[in-house]
């Protein structure tokens, strides 16, 4: 008899410990260092929590594997700067729009420090921040070089939405530029210069 109580005392016992370890590793397996803002659905960089983080996988329909031919496919490539950043959800999928003031135009037909509108998929909604192929959308104060077409469709007016999806998008901090994630070799850049603009 007290040999069957130690075996359900002990199976009890790791059945708490591996329960318990299982919920404190899956409550901490997702951090970020950016925040939530549940009121507007903005990023607020100053106040940095863990939220739940979804990575989205797709097919994009337009590709690229060189800067030459992001060159060529953009109807507008500018410096932009981001004033602010907005997140929404339409049909079951979180999108950004951000205005972004253009810094320096280098193709299109776009004047300098005019704010354009930019359409993105991902972004942040009930606590939890949405991303497409581990690309993050624009945060306000972001400084980008984007590679731009006309936005068609019923998710929003008057905007633009970065070529490839994400591909044409190369943020710029302190000076040296990002690629996006899971980009071809040949748009992997880190200078300005590589990005051959006049």
Do not use: C, W
Not at 75 to 96: C, G, L
């Amino acid at each position: 008899m007290k040999n069957k109580k130690q075996i359900i005392l002990s199976t009890l016992s790791l059945g708490v410990l591996v329960g318990g370890g299982y919920l404190f590793l899956d409550s901490n397996k997702i951090d970020t260092s950016r925040a939530y803002d549940q009121t507007s659905h903005n990023p607020a960089k100053s106040d940095k929590k863990t939220i739940k983080k979804v990575d989205v996988s797709g097919d994009v329909v337009e590709g690229f594997d060189s800067i030459k031919k992001l060159n060529e496919s953009a109807e507008v490539i500018a410096e932009v700067e981001i004033n602010e950043s907005e997140s929404f959800q339409y049909k079951n999928v979180v999108f950004t729009l951000s205005d972004a003031k253009v810094k320096q135009v280098y193709k299109g037909d776009v004047d300098p420090e005019n704010v354009i509108k930019i359409l993105e998929t991902g972004g942040y909604k009930d606590g939890t921040e949405y991303t497409f192929e581990g690309n993050e959308v624009f945060e306000t104060g972001e400084k980008a070089y984007v590679y731009l077409e006309k936005y068609e469709g019923p998710v929003a007016e008057d905007a633009y939405v970065i070529k490839g999806v994400y591909q044409g998008k190369f943020i710029e901090e302190e000076g040296k530029l990002q690629s996006p994630n899971g980009v071809a070799k040949g748009l992997q850049v880190k200078s300005e210069s590589q990005l051959g603009l006049d």
